[in-house]
């Protein structure tokens, strides 16, 4: 057994190696801004010097170094926070990330699989709308994690949320404000994460025995604010007038919020708002939007995790992950006084 690696002393090992100790802290952090020979002559020096230097030599033998981290637009917010996450940890395993935004439908399969071949990406991590037989083609060419959206009914490992009983409980919450009239506004149902946010709305006032109204749905072919100030404007004037809004993101509770301004009411004394994913917009809106948080960075970060394990052929079980969410509630909902956060699940 070499030496215990907290042991490792840089200084040394320059002086066998001639090497700075710059250089070699970039080594030992498991930088890729370092030339192949410089890291070998580092890992000769070490065992020189009777260190461990296994875990090295595994990152130097490694042919390929990238994951690609697919989503479906650069233009939501929402996933700023979750790349961030996936890039510490890529980073952190010695793996470089590529983003790429191109759909993988049908017609653009083959020409994202030839992309992962010809980069000779070593995984992929994907955050997009994408069919089961295509999901099933992907991971039987390269190792794959689903992040956020996700098919539950494969054997493709997923971290994501349960919108279902995240939503369900953030209308629950607007119940007990007395609220009676909630309207929906979601994204585009394709996606994994509007179909369940629509479940748990539907399910919050079933429980509360009260009758589902299809115009108090809005539903949007996608994420467009302009979209929704109009949708909800209109619904306001009409003779079904919502006291309450919940909002499938809070691009879309930000709209809500527009839209009751226009029509001269008030929020939350005549108009309580909830949005969902607590990005940044969230606490900038005046008045700030009581939200669901999701643990975007955590999000990202463990995808990757898993996923460098699937890379290194770890064996362990295909596994699931199912991140906790909260309500923070903000000024939407309440007429004052900071914040406060309630666990959803």
Request: charged share 20%; hydrophobic share 40%; aromatic share 6%.
């Amino acid at each position: 057994m070499g030496k215990e690696a907290n042991k490792i002393t840089y200084s040394r090992i320059a002086e066998v190696s001639g090497i700075s100790m710059a250089t070699i802290s970039r080594i030992m952090n498991n930088s890729s801004n370092v030339k192949e020979e410089t890291r070998n002559a580092v890992i000769a020096s070490m065992k020189q010097l009777g260190y461990d230097t296994s875990h090295l030599e595994a990152i130097a033998a490694k042919s390929n170094d990238l994951i690609i981290f697919n989503i479906p637009s650069l233009d939501n917010p929402f996933y700023s926070l979750i790349i961030q996450g996936a890039k510490a940890s890529a980073a952190r395993n010695g793996y470089n990330m590529l983003l790429n935004q191109d759909p993988i439908d049908d017609r653009s399969i083959d020409t994202f699989l030839a992309l992962l071949k010809k980069t000779n990406a070593a995984g992929l991590i994907t955050t997009n709308c994408i069919s089961r037989q295509n999901l099933v083609k992907l991971n039987a060419s390269i190792p794959l994690v689903q992040c956020c959206e996700c098919d539950s009914t494969l054997d493709i490992p997923f971290v994501t949320i349960d919108d279902v009983s995240a939503s369900r409980n953030a209308v629950e919450y607007i119940l007990s404000l007395g609220k009676k009239r909630i309207a929906f506004i979601n994204g585009p149902l394709q996606y994994k994460y509007a179909r369940d946010r629509l479940k748990g709305y539907l399910q919050a006032l079933e429980d509360a025995s009260i009758p589902c109204d299809p115009d108090m749905i809005i539903q949007l072919q996608e994420i467009n604010y302009d979209m929704a100030v109009s949708a909800v404007f209109q619904l306001l004037n009409s003779e079904k007038r919502p006291d309450a809004f919940f909002a499938s993101s809070d691009v879309y509770a930000a709209a809500a919020i527009k839209a009751t301004r226009r029509t001269n009411l008030k929020v939350p004394q005549d108009i309580a708002i909830v949005g969902f994913d607590n990005i940044e917009l969230s606490s900038m809106c005046t008045p700030s939007i009581t939200t669901v948080n999701q643990p975007k960075f955590q999000l990202g970060l463990l995808s990757c995790e898993m996923l460098i394990k699937r890379i290194s052929k770890e064996q362990i079980p295909i596994s699931n992950m199912y991140m906790d969410t909260e309500l923070i509630v903000r000024e939407t909902t309440q007429k004052r006084s900071p914040f406060s956060r309630f666990p959803l699940q």
